[in-house]
């Protein structure tokens, strides 16, 4: 085996003032406080691997399943010190503030916790494969509620309000458009990708949201930097692009692209209910759904391709259409920001190394705490990694 096959295979997510980066063996996250301090956490991370997790165009669907997994719970970690700081700054205010008032605090919060759960998710996906299912109890008592939530939201956005919003169209214009017809389909595909890049492109101005993005370019950029077998400072991970060919980004861009093709060359062929339109519509809409793991998985295929042959020559114009959402997931960090990429890239392959029964560095608590990323460096084990 080369030594290129032997080196741990790492992904990441962005999360709120923080990154989140796994590999075959480990799982840490780093967030910068309000103060400047860093916060982490890391634990192993073990695969287990099953025969789904081999077989082509299922094991798309496994890899979703566990980034989900993995995406909760680094951004309802990051979350959690996100609100500790924002009420630290409250009292720091030391102005009296009644029930009414924190309440007004708190909501905005959680409708942006919300809105951060789909796109931690969106771009969790893909940085990583880690292929199979991984041990993590404390997680498994509220998975179901995550992934019920981000099935939800997926289905409405990916699917009802496209198909929506062709059929007004349709109707507004006087198309007559059948549902299955090619026509609508390529209509519904066209409103698809409006609400997704308009969605992205909307959520870029919240400044809460312009500040992941920088940290998903952090993310890259480390990860590249790590790739290209360099040393692990911010002056290499400063060089290095935003953009990379496994983002979550170009899993959603490609996603809606396959399902256009798909769709509008399967809709003519759907069997035909009885009815209104609006059951038309209805039936249709049901019809799609079973088809969307198939999606997932044929999507997850042609990206392991892209990812791995079309990197140089005239392939790699395939990739150019995640490149280009990703000029708007992902902007250019600053070099605070690189330092919290780099910490969490430090943390997981120090994990890689040392194996899953080693103490933590420096303390024994569930979450490290250091004053800056000059502190962390001085930690013998984070420094050599």
Known sequence: MSEEENRPYIG??????????????????????????????????????????????????????????LGSEALRFSAELFE???????????????????????????????????????FGRADGEPGGSSSGEEEEGRQPNTMALMTIVMVVFMVALPQLLAWGTSTLFKMQLDVRSAKFQ??????????????????RRVPEI????????????????????????????????????????????MTVLVSIAIWTALGPLMPRFGGSKAVEQITFFLMKLPFLPVLAGITFEI??????????????????????????TTIEPDDAQLEIALASMRATLWREKVGPETKKPTSDSEV?????????????ELRAA
Not at 59 to 66: D, I, K, W
Not at 192 to 199: A, D, Q, R, S
């Open 368 to 380: 490290l705490a250091f004053p800056s990323y000059e502190a962390l460096l001085e930690t013998p």
């Open 12 to 69: 990441g997510q962005a999360v709120l003032e923080g990154v989140m980066m796994r590999s075959p063996h480990s799982f840490a996250i780093a967030v910068r406080r309000a103060d400047g301090s860093i916060s982490m956490k890391e634990r192993p991370f073990e695969i287990k691997a099953s025969s789904w997790s081999k077989i082509p165009f299922v094991r798309g669907m496994a890899t979703l399943v566990e980034s989900l997994r």
């Open 84 to 122: 500790k700081d924002m009420e630290a700054a409250e009292q720091a205010e030391a102005k009296p503030k009644d029930a009414k008032s924190t309440a007004k605090k708190a909501a905005p919060l959680s409708v942006f916790s919300a809105f951060g759960l789909v796109l931690a998710q969106v």
């Open 303 to 328: 990206q392991r391709f892209t990812a791995r042959y079309c990197l140089t020559g005239p392939l790699r114009a395939l990739l150019w259409p995640g490149f280009l959402v990703q000029k708007i």
């Open 210 to 253: 312009y500040r992941v993005f920088q940290y998903h370019g952090a993310e890259h950029k480390t990860i590249s930097t790590y790739e290209a077998r360099e040393e692990l400072v911010v002056a290499n991970a400063k060089k290095q692009t935003t953009l990379h060919p496994r983002c979550g980004t170009t899993f959603l861009i």
């Open 186 to 203: 390529l209509l519904t595909g066209a409103f698809k990708l409006i609400v997704v890049l308009g969605y992205l492109a909307m959520i």
